[in-house]
């Protein structure tokens, strides 16, 4: 199983970025896809995740300005990040499973800077 994450980058404060991880190597979609965090000293959290039939769930700290879609046909989620904040500076990770994370992509650098 490969995860592959990109969209990151460099950012203003109140800026916008789209990421994302498309999944391959495997015969059957997975029912769980999320994205994680970590930034630099701190644990790995969850961002946001969403299952094969569209359920969401996101962290307190992104609802009204993160948004998680899918795309199933594509094997691809994606993170529409909006009015980013300096604490939202982190490796942003891409994960799988048949129920909660399991399979991990490489991290994708979000650098929110005024």
């Known amino acids: 199983v490969q995860l592959q994450a990109s969209g990151g980058g460099l950012v203003q404060i109140g800026g916008f970025l789209r990421l994302s991880c498309v999944a391959s190597?495997?015969?059957?979609?997975?029912?769980?896809m999320g994205w994680y965090r970590q930034a630099p000293g701190k644990q790995r959290e969850l961002v946001a995740s969403i299952t094969r039939r569209g359920i969401t769930n996101y962290a307190d700290f992104v609802k009204g300005r993160f948004t998680i879609s899918r795309d199933n046909a594509k094997n691809t989620i994606y993170l529409q990040m909006n009015s980013l904040k300096p604490e939202d500076t982190a490796a942003y990770y891409c994960?799988?499973?048949?129920?909660?994370?399991?399979?991990w992509g490489k991290g994708t650098l979000v650098t929110v800077s005024s």
């Open positions: 994960t799988a499973g048949s129920a909660g994370p399991r399979d």
């Open positions: 190597g495997f015969s059957s979609g997975f029912a769980y």
